[in-house]
């Protein structure tokens, strides 16, 4: 399913459903930045890889959101920034906060931009 353009190389953004460690989770990718199996079986860009866009559905996991929706995800490649809800430790208040495309991360919080 093609969520909207990379940010980077306008290629089209795959939503594509994974279990990573015994968990169901989306990985989000440019079509571009395809990984594969090397020799050592490490996970690793493919050697026809122009892109480096991957976003995992859990990456706000440490922030208590559970999962990065595909309709987020589409927003994000919209608008190209999204507010999403952030929560703290277990009975602690909700927050909103902007995330970002980032080249590195994938997606980053901008942590010091305030919500209106
Ligand atoms: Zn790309």
């Not at 976003?55 to 559970?66: A, D, E, G, I």
């Not at 703290?88 to 909700?94: F, Q, Y």
């Amino acid at each position: 399913m093609v969520l909207g353009q990379c940010p980077y190389c306008g290629g089209n953004v795959i939503a594509q459903k994974i279990t990573a460690k015994g968990q169901k989770i989306n990985l989000y990718h440019c079509e571009h930045a395809r990984k594969e199996r090397d020799i050592n079986d490490d996970y690793v860009f493919a050697s026809d890889a122009s892109c480096r866009f991957r976003v995992y559905s859990n990456t706000f996991l440490r922030w208590n959101k559970r999962s990065l929706s595909e309709n987020e995800m589409k927003q994000l490649l919209k608008e190209g920034q999204i507010t999403i809800r952030l929560h703290g430790r277990k009975g602690t208040s909700e927050y909103f906060k902007h995330i970002v495309p980032d080249p590195e991360y994938g997606v980053s919080i901008l942590w010091d931009t305030p919500i209106d």
